[in-house]
C-alpha cells in the first residue's frame, strides 16, 4: 500500500508539473484502435486509456476505436486516422497477419504506432508494449497441471484463430504439456471460443455430454472463457473443484472466481498496456523531453526500463492472482 501511495504521489507531481506545459502547446492527438469493445478487459483497457496523467492534464488527446472484431474494419480506421493526421497511433490488433499494413502505412505517413495488447508480424511499428503471451499461456497451463499432478485429461479454449494470442498462449499451453511425463495428459478437446464466454459455455457444455466424467482440466486461454467453462459446469449440476481451471487476463468476474476457489486467473496488466503505449507514442511526438507520466514505470522498475521511451518492445509483467493478492486487486475495481 506504501508503494502505491508513493507510486500515486510521483504520479501528481508530475501531473502538476506538466500543467504549464500544457497551456501552451497543442494537445497531441493519438487514435487508439481496439479490436472490439465488448470484453472488460478491453472496457478496461480504454478506462485507464482515458484516466493517463497526460489526457487529465491536457497534454494528450485520446480517441478510442471500436474495430468490431473485423481485421478489415481497423485497417479502415487506421488509414482515416493517417488521412486525417493523427499524431501517433495506438492499436490492439485483431490479426497477427491482416493487420500489418496498419504499421507499414503509418510509417510512411511518418505518424509513430504503437502495437498494444496482442502482436502484429512485422517490425515496422515504433514500438510494441504488450505482455509475454507465450509465458502467460505456460503459466496457467502449469497452474492446471500442477493441480492434476500432471495426470488426467484437460481440455483447451483457444482464441480467435489466427490471432497472437492464440498462437502465443498456445505455444505456452504446450510447452506446460511438455514438461509432464510423455502419455500422462490427453488433451481431449481444443477449439476457439473466440474470446467468448458465451461459445465457451456452449462448447464446454458439449464436451461435458462428450467425455462424460473425463475432464479433469480446463485451459482458458482467457478468462472470459474459462469463466464460460465454469458455467456450464454449474449447470451440469458438477462440483466446479473438481476441476482445475486457469484463464488470463484477471478480469472482474475471474478475481471473484479466484476468491471463491474456482480458478486460477493470470493477470494482464491493461493499465500498464495502454498507459505504457500512450508514454511511448508522446515520447515519439514530443521528442526527448516528454518523461513518461504513468504511474506503471514506478510499479514496475524493476522490471521495465523506460529506456528513454526507444525501446523496440516493452513487456508489462503478469501477476499470478491468488487468495493472497485478490482482495487488494478487486480494490482497483471499484
Known amino acids: 500500500m506504501k508503494k502505491l501511495l508513493l507510486t500515486a504521489c510521483a504520479a501528481a507531481a508530475l501531473l502538476s508539473a506538466s500543467a504549464a506545459m500544457a497551456a501552451d502547446a497543442p494537445k497531441a492527438r493519438i487514435a ?8 472488460e478487459f478491453v472496457q478496461l483497457m480504454e478506462r485507464y486509456g482515458k484516466e493517463h ?14 474495430g468490431r472484431y473485423d481485421a478489415a474494419v481497423q485497417n479502415d480506421q487506421a488509414q482515416m486516422a493517417i488521412n486525417t493526421k493523427q499524431d501517433a497511433i495506438v492499436v490492439n490488433p485483431m490479426d497477427y ?3 500489418i499494413d496498419i ?47 500432471c495426470k488426467g485429461n484437460v481440455v483447451i479454449i483457444e482464441g480467435p484463430k489466427g490471432g497472437s494470442g492464440e498462437i502465443q498462449r498456445g ?6 504439456l511438455a514438461e509432464c511425463p ?51 459446469i454449474k449447470a451440469a449440476d458438477l462440483n466446479v473443484k473438481d476441476f482445475a481451471i486457469a484463464g488470463i487476463d484477471g478480469v472482474t468476474d475471474a478475481l471473484h472466481a479466484v476468491k471463491a476457489g474456482e480458478m486460477t486467473s493470470i493477470l494482464q496488466d491493461a493499465r500498464g498496456q495502454i ?34 521511451g526507444q ?18 486487486l478487486l480494490k482497483d475495481r471499484n
Open 32 to 39: 487508439v484502435l481496439m479490436y472490439g469493445n465488448k470484453a
Open 53 to 66: 496523467p497526460a489526457v487529465k492534464a491536457g497534454i494528450a488527446e485520446v480517441t478510442f476505436y471500436d
Open 97 to 99: 497477419e491482416a493487420n
Open 103 to 149: 504499421a507499414t502505412n503509418a510509417k510512411m505517413a511518418g505518424i509513430p504506432v504503437v502495437v498494444t495488447n496482442a502482436r502484429l508480424n512485422t517490425d515496422e511499428m515504433t514500438a510494441e508494449v504488450v505482455s509475454d503471451d507465450v509465458l502467460g499461456g505456460y503459466l496457467e497451463a502449469k497452474d492446471v497441471l500442477t493441480k492434476l499432478g
Open 171 to 176: 505455444q505456452g499451453n504446450e510447452k506446460a
Open 182 to 232: 510423455a502419455g500422462a495428459v490427453k488433451v481431449l478437446e481444443r477449439k476457439t471460443a473466440n474470446w467468448s464466454r458465451a461459445e465457451a459455455l456452449d462448447l464446454m457444455q458439449n464436451w461435458l455430454s462428450k467425455h462424460p466424467g473425463k475432464i479433469n482440466g480446463v485451459i482458458g486461454q482467457n478468462d472470459e472463457m474459462a469463466l464460460g467453462a465454469i458455467e456450464a
Open 275 to 308: 498507459q505504457g503505449s500512450i508514454d511511448v507514442a508522446l515520447r515519439a511526438v514530443k521528442g526527448p523531453d516528454y518523461k513518461p507520466m504513468s504511474p506503471i514505470w514506478e510499479q514496475y522498475k524493476a522490471d521495465l526500463a523506460w529506456a528513454d
Open 311 to 328: 525501446s523496440k518492445r516493452y513487456d508489462i509483467p503478469w501477476t499470478v492472482v491468488t487468495t493472497a493478492n485478490v482482495d487488494e
